[in-house]
């Protein structure tokens, strides 16, 4: 059972900018890796994804955030940039054999990191 960590989260001003990481207990070849958040009161929801060279981002974040990954298909990162009150949320890192937008087809799951943005 691979297991994935995430670090980086923290709290910013609006504007600002983090960075996060996602570490696996082993390293998945061919898999897809996602980071997804999830607000108070609110659905889990996609933010973005990569397997290969290939990415996809929600609209929310595109052109602010940056997804990038190991070639070897070793987990990467998250770089969050003009950072907005909205994007406050529990960020979990997510690994699946598919490039998706939907949380129900990555396998592994981190625990999350919070990440707060204020005024």
């Known amino acids: 059972q691979v297991q994935l960590v995430e670090s980086g989260g923290g709290s910013v001003q609006a504007g600002g900018s983090l960075r996060l990481s996602c570490a696996a207990s082993g390293r998945l070849s061919n898999y897809a890796w996602g980071w997804f958040r999830q607000a108070p009161g609110k659905e889990r929801e996609f933010v973005a994804a990569?397997?290969?060279?290939?990415?996809t981002y929600a609209e929310a974040v595109q052109g602010r955030f940056t997804i990038s990954a190991d070639n070897a298909g070793s987990p990467g990162t998250l770089q969050m940039n003009s950072l907005q009150p909205e994007d406050t949320a529990v960020y979990f890192c997510a690994s699946g054999p598919f490039l998706s937008r939907r949380w129900d087809e990555y396998r592994y799951w981190g625990q999350g990191t919070q990440v707060t943005v204020s005024t």
């Open positions: 990569i397997m290969w060279s290939r990415t």
